[in-house]
């Protein structure tokens, strides 16, 4: 096959020697955690230093501009609902307008191709945000099911051709969100359940709100036309300003994570099997699944070895047997297995600051460890081990957090390796002196021990998460 | 005075109770050097990685793009020269066409106000690139002087009305980038003395070549009118690829002094004296000059202990007492008395990583070190003191090379403590918790030992830094 004729990610898989090899060593991913400079035009790295914008989502509050980083899907039409249904693990029980949920879709291995943030926004009328992989598969499945709906895509803004967006959209979060959000609304702020949605004004303009968070407190995420960003970014941060609201650039953004704990933009489990064949013959070669970017201590020649399930991101908790979807049966078997279960890692410290320590004097360096924001895959696998050497699981997102003075991953781990306050030990840096990645540098590996936290690693998360806003938070 | 009133640095001055304390607070540097995201639409922070960009120009070849940041002034005319002899304080003689020079001005009192690299294009035709307060000084000087002069100013790109300039600029630099650009030309390449100019022709397109080096090799800086830009780029990326040319992005760029010892962007001995008032009145409220940013551990209400002399930054090797020029008296007053001297100060490995480990952990945060260009003043003035406690002088620009794995900084020390290998103490950090600039998170000071080593800190640099090009480099 010559490259000419390379037109579809099946075509990339048959011509492609050795998959992981070449997303472990020769692809750039394209989405916007990884590569902030695309959209450095629209929202600055910082507003003022990311320490002090991680310190507001603890301590007063914080605007995240989420306009023009994540793709959207609007899914229109009688077969909606029911499309949905097809692909989701979750539970679409009272699935009506004004409820959201995040929408994690497997394959029919039971393999999870994505998640992403599913919106009710009427009868027979979703938005999709986020998961680009999702997005693809969604609208695959409606092409091939012949099912009555329309879509409508969105890119990222500067892979739009428009060069903007349909929606604008912001996360409030913060101990103060809640407060700020409720006085801003036009007449009497509305109460809204977790993941519940509802229509207010402010300063003059209708706005979405879906209650949830990114930093894990009492968040909202905000849209409407894009049009209207400006105006209604400004009255926010005009109002909040007494409060300590400040503006969140990319680095504190991107770190938000590792305090919160959701594993994201996973591989997806396509790259293999006949069943997906299909698939990988509708997506396009250079596309988003055509240029994840591997990175870590861990490497297998087995692309299934980077495939992860519901359990292993924890969403075991939301996937609900109660409807017919694709997976269900492998996931139903999958249930009586054990499982990898999602944990926090934190490292530590004497051997996060020897890591820092290699960067000066004639020694070994290690691989750097830029902050807040210090995986350098995407995704990211570094090994974990157990203290007598045993592989038992695989740490993603990693880096700091300014409010606890730690350096945390996201890990997987077998569930009997999952013990809170357990110590494992983590590989940091690539074998070999690092892979071809342009933006590795070379580097030798080196041995972090990490200590088994919960997830969400932060306290405020695990309480205020799920809670209702616009009543009195819990202390 | 009331704020619509202010028009003037020199009604900026009146109506600020404490100068010092508003630059040290309340500004916001416009220079790129302390904001690189107003040219990240331009330029990468990184093409590939800092790291290995670094060390591209000690072991490869490294282009820079230095199209974007920088201001000009194009001065022509009979008067030309004269006034250019007027201001500086260097020698004039046999400055003709092929000549450039690094033009140093002073105040009356024998303060620097800038420098910048001044081409000499042709008879009565020169070209001045960057140093804004040098091409503030030089167009007001040719105003109130009737200098029989034009002069067309050429803004950074970002705030270029024309969203474009008059001319690229690149900086190829590094061991081989020699021999890059000798095959790259068409023809015999010339051979150029440091500080020469030469026209050739790269990729069917005449470029203005100057043997001058940022990182310190045998570089060379090229221009030619902007609309060639790409095509430029395009061939000596592609020609250079085989040598290990590679492509420098901000972060790097921005870190070469630490190694190179340019010491950039003084503060302009402007802002107090009855003979310089003409000068503020004739400058905007709102121009560079209003808004430099002071930071580091060092602060003094009176902006004269802000003021260098050419001494202070080994400009009195450039300085020549061979015409009249403005500040001459006073200078060759003050080349009775004791100086302080330009120096490398090496931090200690010990210290430094005590800074980092800060960041984890409850105990004292101190001033994080971004790497590799730490500074967070523009300028910083960090104090430096001897054993006993006295102040013997000060450190700015700050940053990490790794080609050596150390901390670097340029520091102006009293010449009875310059000796090199002497030790001396630095305090790293703002007092009080840090200034009220945005930039800057709450932290505690610390003190830092550092060694005096002579600048530039790069033997290489030292050794090549003045060498022709065109000719076998020196081992």
Chains 1, 2 share one sequence.
Not at 316 to 340: V, W, Y
């Amino acid at each position: 096959m010559r490259e000419a004729e390379v037109k579809s990610l099946q075509d990339l898989v048959e011509i492609t020697p050795n998959l992981s090899s070449h997303f472990y060593n020769d692809t750039i991913a394209p989405h916007f955690r990884a590569r902030t400079s695309l959209t450095s035009a629209f929202i600055p790295a910082e507003f003022t230093n990311w320490r002090d914008e991680q310190r507001a989502w603890r301590e007063t509050a914080i605007l995240f501009d989420q306009s023009h980083h994540m793709p959207e899907l609007f899914l229109k039409g009688k077969d909606a609902l029911r499309l949905l249904e097809r692909v989701g693990i979750n539970s679409f029980k009272n699935f009506v307008p004004g409820k959201a949920k995040q929408l994690v879709v497997c394959t029919p291995d039971g393999y999870i191709i994505g998640d992403c943030i599913l919106y009710c926004l009427g009868e027979d009328n979703f938005e999709l945000v986020s998961g680009m992989a999702v997005l693809n598969w969604v609208q695959y499945q409606a092409e091939v099911g012949r099912y009555d709906v329309s879509i409508e895509r969105d890119d990222p803004t500067p892979f739009n051709p428009k060069g903007a967006r349909i929606n604008y959209r912001f996360q409030l979060d913060g101990p103060l969100a809640g407060r700020i959000f409720s006085e801003l609304v036009e007449g009497e702020a509305p109460k809204i359940p977790f993941f519940n949605t509802a229509r207010v004004r402010i300063a003059g303009h209708e706005v979405l709100v879906l209650r949830h968070g990114m930093a894990g407190h009492h968040g909202v995420e905000l849209s409407g036309p894009y049009e209207e960003l400006a105006a209604v970014r400004s009255a926010i941060v005009a109002h909040g300003a007494q409060y300590g609201l400040v503006q969140g650039g990319t680095r504190s953004y991107f770190s938000t994570i590792f305090e919160s704990g959701w594993m994201a933009y996973p591989v997806p489990a396509i790259y293999t099997g006949e069943a997906l064949r299909g698939f990988r013959e509708w997506l396009p070669a250079n596309g988003w699944e055509a240029q994840i970017q591997l990175g870590g201590s861990f490497y297998s020649d087995r692309m299934e070895d980077y495939y992860v399930t519901p359990w292993d991101l924890g969403y075991d908790r939301i996937m609900k047997f109660d409807h017919d979807f694709i997976g269900r049966e492998a996931l139903e078997e999958m249930s009586h297995q054990p499982h990898r279960t999602k944990v926090t890692l934190v490292w530590n410290q004497d051997d996060v600051v020897n890591v820092l320590a290699s960067q000066f004097g004639d020694g070994p360096r290690y691989k750097a460890l830029e902050l807040p924001v210090s995986f350098y895959g995407f995704p990211q696998f570094d090994e974990v081990r157990n203290g007598a050497g045993r592989l038992v699981g695989l740490s993603c997102h990693c880096g700091y957090s300014n409010n606890y003075g730690v350096m945390l991953s996201l890990a997987m781990v077998d569930a009997s390796s999952a013990e809170i306050g357990s110590e494992v030990v983590l590989t940091w840096g690539e074998p070999s002196g690092g892979s071809r990645k342009p933006h590795v540098e070379r580097h030798e590996q080196v041995r972090i021990r990490a200590t088994i936290a919960p997830v969400p690693y932060a306290a405020s998360v695990r309480e205020l998460k799920s809670a209702t806003i616009g009543v009195a938070a819990r202390a």
